[in-house]
């Protein structure tokens, strides 16, 4: 399916200073969107919840306005904040779900509106090499400036819609925080020395340490919330958990038949998928981990 998509390069002057109200701006992301959008040049003024009694001068007379606050709240506020927008505002939120945003932003507001999904996370130093996910709602071309700004920087846009978004999440971040989550807490409740495991890891070993590290550095209701965000979400980390106890009654059971099946089934599924997508990386690993008989060795 093909997506209306903006020009790379606008001659919308990006650069010219815009007054900006980032709702939740002292929250880690908002501080980000701060940060780099303050660097140049533009006016950001921050609204939190104990700000509302200055809402109508944070909101009115901004540009662009920003939503960063917890995936439960989204609604709400995009709810509270529209009454205080005026028509020539573009609003937009950087929520993890697209699709209950979206909707609630095209209702409450009348203006310009746009879903943004940036996929890092606030420890990063700028949009170099990170990607943002863009989901159109109405008047794009307000929004511009700021999609330029941050492939400017280095960023990679996407475009996609809100429910197609939402449907890639699942498997991205929902059942991903899951998996992760899971494994710390096991690696916890085991006492396992993680430091004394890193000194005879192998290199696939300490790149998931060093993303459990990350996870666990977040604030815990944000991870809790990427997976109950949706009912779609908590069914399909439900649907893994039971994969992860139907293979470990296999393993409990010596069942290395079925095991083997398994992971043939999945095998063959996985290199037809790589060798449409990634044909070189592919042939790459097959090349590596194909069997071969040593020049010194003498056959028998």
Not at 91 to 96: E, F, N, R
Not at 137 to 144: A, H, L, V
Not at 189 to 218: A, N, V
Request: hydrophobic letters at 35%; one cysteine or more; charged letters at 20%.
């Amino acid at each position: 399916m093909a997506f209306p998509k903006l020009t790379t390069k606008s001659t919308t002057n990006h650069l010219r200073p815009r007054q900006i109200t980032i709702i939740g701006g002292h929250g880690r992301m908002g501080r980000l969107f701060k940060e780099q959008l303050s660097a140049v040049g533009h006016q950001v003024s921050i609204l939190e919840q104990e700000d509302w009694q200055y809402a109508e001068q944070l909101l009115g007379k901004a540009e662009l306005v920003l939503v960063s606050v917890p995936i439960e709240y989204t609604v709400d506020v995009i709810k509270r904040a529209a009454k205080y927008l005026a028509p020539t505002t573009a609003l937009c939120d950087i929520t993890s779900i697209k699709t209950q945003p979206t909707q609630a932003m095209l209702e409450y507001h009348s203006g310009a509106v746009m879903g943004l999904h940036p996929m890092f996370g606030p420890s990063i130093k700028s949009f170099l090499g990170q990607k943002v996910i863009v989901c159109s709602g109405r008047n794009d071309n307000s929004f511009q400036w700021l999609l330029d700004f941050m492939q400017n920087q280095g960023g990679e846009i996407i475009f996609c819609t809100p429910e197609e978004h939402d449907q890639m999440m699942v498997v991205i971040q929902a059942t991903q925080h899951f998996y992760r989550f899971s494994l710390g807490v096991f690696l916890t409740q085991s006492g396992i020395d993680i430091e004394s495991s890193l000194t005879m890891s192998t290199p696939s070993y300490r790149q998931e340490i060093d993303i459990l590290k990350r996870l666990f550095s977040q604030s815990p209701h944000l991870c809790v919330d990427i997976m109950l965000a949706t009912e779609e979400r908590c069914q399909a980390i439900y649907t893994l958990a039971n994969t992860y106890s139907r293979l470990a009654k296999m393993v409990a059971n010596k069942d290395r038949a079925a095991l083997i099946a398994e992971f043939e089934t999945t095998q063959s599924c996985f290199q037809e998928k790589i060798n449409k997508s990634y044909p070189d990386q592919y042939s790459s690993v097959k090349n590596i981990h194909r069997t071969k008989t040593p020049a010194n060795v003498n056959k028998v």
